[in-house]
């Protein structure tokens, strides 16, 4: 779900966009991106152009449609998806059984970089809202591609994964104390031990 402080010039909201800016006049059916795509993407910010290059050679794309899950929360996987074009929801089952939105995704946007990093079950499912392409990132492409490639830029891709996981710790603990604040404004302040 990364959106780094990274200035994206290239937004596309649409499949078909990134088409017509890829200059593909049909829709194949895996579009590979270039390094310079790669490079206005905050994940992949910092990166020598030899890896963008060798990433972007490497890193499959998929197109997903509408309403398909792309993730599904409790799965084991190891693989991060970053979002090129279109948009997905992110949601988790709530107490009731009812799904609970808890995000949106845009391009340049990135989820499921946790199952990378910790190898735990999905801590929720993502869908798309709309027909979306994303680029893949499994454990895999990570050791060998960037770990055992470069460690610097190994560590900036990390860098950058730790940077956005910062943020939505921020992000969540303000949520957080503002519906604290609003609970104890309604039922009075929580005593003290």
């Known amino acids: 779900m990364g959106r780094s402080t990274a200035i994206y010039p290239i937004r596309f909201h649409d499949v078909n966009e990134w088409f017509a ?3 593909v006049m049909s829709r194949p059916p895996t579009p590979k991106l270039t390094s310079d795509h790669l490079a206005d993407i ?7 152009k030899e ?15 509408a309403g398909s899950l792309v993730v599904e929360e409790g799965d084991l996987s190891t693989q991060m998806f970053v979002v090129v074009a279109g948009e997905l929801e992110v949601i988790k089952k709530g107490e009731s059984g009812g799904d609970v939105r808890v995000a949106v995704l845009g391009p340049g ?19 798309a809202v ?11 492409h990570v050791e060998n591609l960037l770990y055992r490639r470069d460690v610097k830029d190994y560590a900036l891709f990390i860098m950058n994964i730790a ?6 710790l921020r992000v969540a603990d303000g949520i ?3 519906f604290y604040a609003a609970l104890s404004h ?8």
Do not use: K, N
């Not at 946007?109 to 869908?127: C, N, T, Y």
């Not at 940077?163 to 939505?168: A, N, Y």
């Open 21 to 23: 800016y890829a200059g």
């Open 42 to 48: 905050g994940l992949f910010g910092g990166l020598s």
């Open 51 to 65: 890896t963008l290059e060798t990433l972007a050679s490497s890193l499959p794309t998929s197109r997903i449609e």
């Open 109 to 127: 946007d990135w989820f499921g970089e946790m199952s990378i990093i910790d190898v735990q079950p999905r801590s929720a499912s993502v869908r």
């Open 130 to 140: 709309a027909p979306t392409l994303v680029l893949s990132v499994t454990a895999d």
């Open 163 to 168: 940077r956005e996981l910062s943020r939505r």
């Open 176 to 178: 957080l104390a503002h």
């Open 186 to 193: 309604q039922y009075g302040p929580t005593p003290r031990r």
